[in-house]
């Protein structure tokens, strides 16, 4: 899916393993359909958008980029008017029978851009005047969302990604095929915590797009398969597409494989359980048809006033920052809106991008990540390359920047660790956000940056601050901003994120600036203690010493040392937890269960054990006036026991709730 894109950017980082001895794989030659639409004048300073044109382009662009990245297939369809520019497949759907993709009937699994079909689905019903853009979606429910802060979610809110719900990992994704559930039985079980009022933060929501799905099942009286295989793929020609789970036994022959990168065995049929957020498995001839329906003004599935409700709806967002229209999110560049949506599962990687003005789509997906996740930078690199290549700025480029003093100024203020609004806020998986806590930093040529985001993009990030709280990255155009209230930023975001994911500063209390440091040293104080328990025994044994703490004390000191190596079990559990997490995604649903219930038993007995226990200890050292290298000691662990108890507490490291 298009979920915790940054955090599948990392995870594929530590996943990346050397090539296997077949080595790099030579793309077969790739099969393309060209267009018979006439092209149009060449843009000034661009090029005439030509089949032939394209495809040498598209030749050096995308062989070169999947050979470095190590990634064994992909697709890319280019549509203008009503017809193909050029539909190409590159590289291998299956490496080891070197089978080539084909554009026409190899299947991709295009993610989250599945829930660009379940919005035209939802606007098809507003046209029909059976949904209600703004009525509270209880109406349409068999079940009940309670409201937040007196405010019902909307089908609004659901289509900008204001619902307010935090992110939830347990019901989404699955390589069991027996996972899938129909949506009358997922909607009410899977319901998230909502962490914002409707309509105020941009987040991001899996759950919402299959409440909207849901919805259309309802009002329209058809299982949502079947209503998107009537009133969508048939009205368009998509004759190789299914949102069914498994798929149906005539297009499984025609699946690509998902690898983790070239060198890696292929992966599991990905079971989406929001099925309408991202379960579609299509080809790239039939997404160009679904592209070439939105640019002729809805075609055969919206009327044009429908169309154009959809796409020029700009939700409030950060400044001048990409926002939301209605299912689609804005991209501008070299001064053009293009509307757009990115899918991410955990073996596809695609983006889709719609030029309404100039009548142009652009797809593409990859089936693999990728070394170093290098496929999110492909895609970034393509879409501005793409649009200098064809869809060049016109006029002056805007020179505008502000003073260097202001600059540093405003730098100063942004700098700092931020919080997503996409994320988990109520659960255990909230400590997610500690250990990836985005950062802004201050170079010493007083410029900023945020590290932990440029693998995102295709090169390094320039950012200059060209309008007070904005700043533009010279290299791609693409913008950060923020907002400020008596100044102090309150959140911030850039292009990229803006219409669905906003960043707020760290509260004291979840700031990993001194809170990771923090517990890397208690953790580090508790090993040290845990160890020296057997250590300090055999040392005795060894020269015949006896230790100088008898009766209560003695009990305090062996109590606080075996809630040392509770801590210690805990912790091996949860990292264990993430290793699996890592390697599948699908794993944290179902089979990990037992584990998860086991830690957040373990962890608040462990750490709540170790503070009574070391705050009794260190009691007992100076009531017996005991030495100050004890007294040191007991102090320390006291401390490192505090840190531990607040993690626990304030990252929901407890409880026996399943919906996370």
């Given at each position: ?50 089949p032939a044109d394209l495809e040498a382009w598209l030749d ?48 991709f699994r295009p993610g989250s851009i599945s829930k660009l ?434 009766g209560r004390s003695l009990r305090a000191w062996r109590l ?101």
């Amino acid at each position: 899916m298009h979920f915790l894109r940054k955090l599948m950017f990392v995870l594929a980082a530590f996943a990346a393993a050397p090539l296997a001895a077949q080595g790099p794989a030579t793309p077969p030659s790739a099969t393309a359909t060209e267009s018979v639409v006439p092209p149009p004048a060449p843009p000034a300073g661009g090029h005439a958008l030509t089949p032939a044109d394209l495809e040498a382009w598209l030749d050096g662009f995308m062989t070169y980029a999947l050979q470095r990245a190590q990634i064994p297939g992909a697709v890319v369809v280019v549509v203008r008017g009503d017809g193909p520019v050029l539909q190409k497949g590159y590289g291998y759907a299956d490496l080891a029978a070197r089978k080539p993709v084909s554009p026409e009937t190899t299947l991709f699994r295009p993610g989250s851009i599945s829930k660009l079909f379940t919005w035209t689905a939802v606007m098809q019903q507003v046209q029909a005047g059976k949904l209600d853009l703004d009525a509270d979606v209880n109406r349409y429910l068999d079940f009940k969302i309670p409201p937040y802060q007196g405010k019902p979610i909307t089908l609004r809110n659901i289509m900008t990604h204001t619902a307010g719900f935090e992110e939830s990992i347990r019901y989404l994704i699955s390589s069991d095929p027996n996972a899938a559930m129909p949506l009358k039985t997922l909607m009410p079980l899977a319901l998230p915590e909502r962490v914002f009022a409707p309509g105020t933060t941009p987040a991001y929501s899996n759950y919402a797009t299959a409440l909207a799905g849901y919805i259309v099942e309802r009002v329209s009286g058809e299982p949502f398969d079947a209503y998107i295989e009537r009133h969508i793929f048939a009205p368009v020609g998509m004759r190789h597409a299914s949102f069914r789970q498994p798929l149906p036994a005539s297009l499984r022959p025609l699946m690509s494989n998902g690898y983790a990168t070239l060198a890696d065995k292929p992966r599991p049929f990905e079971i989406v359980l929001p099925a309408p957020a991202g379960s579609l498995s299509a080809s790239g001839a039939d997404m160009g048809r679904f592209m070439i329906a939105h640019l002729n003004d809805g075609g055969p599935l919206l009327s044009p006033a429908t169309t154009r409700l959809m796409h020029d709806y700009r939700a409030p967002g950060v400044g001048p920052l990409n926002t939301m229209a209605l299912g689609f999110y804005e991209q501008w560049v070299n001064g053009r809106r293009a509307i757009a949506h990115g899918g991410d599962t955990e073996w596809f990687h695609s983006d889709l991008w719609l030029f309404p003005d100039a009548d142009i789509g652009l797809y593409v997906s990859l089936n693999s990540v990728g070394k170093d996740g290098a496929a999110h930078a492909i895609r970034n690199g393509l879409f501005h390359q793409f649009a200098d290549r064809y869809l060049p700025a016109t006029g002056r480029p805007d020179t505008r920047v502000v003073d260097a003093e202001t600059a540093r100024r405003h730098a100063a203020m942004l700098a700092g660790h931020y919080v997503s609004s996409r994320g988990s806020f109520t659960n255990f998986m909230s400590v997610l956000g500690l250990l990836g806590q985005p950062e802004v930093v201050v170079g010493a040529d007083g410029k900023i940056a945020m590290p932990g985001l440029d693998g995102l993009s295709a090169g390094a990030r320039d950012w200059v601050e060209v309008a007070p709280f904005v700043w533009r990255d010279t290299g791609t155009g693409e913008r950060l901003a923020a907002e400020v209230r008596d100044g102090r930023v309150v959140r911030m975001s850039l292009d990229a994120g803006s219409p669905f994911m906003v960043f707020e500063p760290a509260s004291p209390g979840v700031n990993s600036a001194w809170l990771s440091p923090a517990l890397a040293t208690a953790l580090l104080l508790v090993l040290i203690a845990a160890i020296g328990w057997p250590v300090r025994a055999l040392v005795r044994r060894n020269f015949g010493a006896t230790f100088p703490l008898a009766g209560r004390s003695l009990r305090a000191w062996r109590l606080s040392r075996l809630f040392c190596w509770l801590v210690i079990a805990a912790v091996a559990g949860w990292i264990a937890l993430v290793m699996i997490f890592t390697a599948d995604i699908g794993a944290v649903g179902g089979p990990l269960d037992g584990l998860i219930h086991l830690l957040r038993v373990l962890t608040p007995i462990s750490t709540l054990g170790l503070l009574v226990t070391t705050a009794w200890h260190l009691w007992l050292t100076f009531r017996d006036k005991r030495s100050w290298t004890m007294k040191l000691g007991a102090a320390l662990l006291l401390l490192a026991a505090l840190v531990l108890v607040w993690v626990t507490l304030r990252f929901h490291l407890y409880g026996f709730g399943m919906v996370y």
